[in-house]
């Protein structure tokens, strides 16, 4: 079992940069492939970006260049670093775990980012 808790979320201007992390508690972090994605008013959860046990990046393109996944394995936590932000990223962003084999999956509770002027 594994329990994920993001933080970091909040209102950002335009072109303003926010860090959202993922503390997972629970055993064996290092082994899961951790995700990040998103969700926006009126549509669906799309994937901004991956990460596995090997530290192979995969990123959206529409964040890509300006949004960066990372994890520390010491600290059980995966961060997003996003950079540039514009309006249409404003979406809850929710952190995912999903052991080696595809299941099971963990989901976070998400968190908020808003950005807006």
């Known amino acids: 079992q594994v329990q994920l808790v993001e933080s970091g979320g909040g209102l950002v201007q335009p072109g303003g940069s926010l860090r959202l992390s993922c503390a997972a508690s629970?055993?064996?972090?290092?082994?899961?492939?951790m995700g990040w994605y998103r969700q926006a008013p009126g549509k669906e959860r799309e994937l901004v970006a991956v990460i596995s046990s090997g530290l192979i990046t995969n990123t959206a393109d529409s964040v890509k260049g300006r949004f960066t996944i990372s994890r520390d394995n010491a600290k059980n936590t995966v961060y997003l670093q996003m950079n540039s932000l514009k309006p249409e990223d404003t979406a809850v962003y929710y952190c995912k775990a999903t052991f080696p084999t595809g299941a099971p999956e963990y989901w976070g509770q998400g968190a908020q980012v808003i950005v807006s002027s």
């Open positions: 629970g055993s064996k972090f290092s082994i899961y492939a």
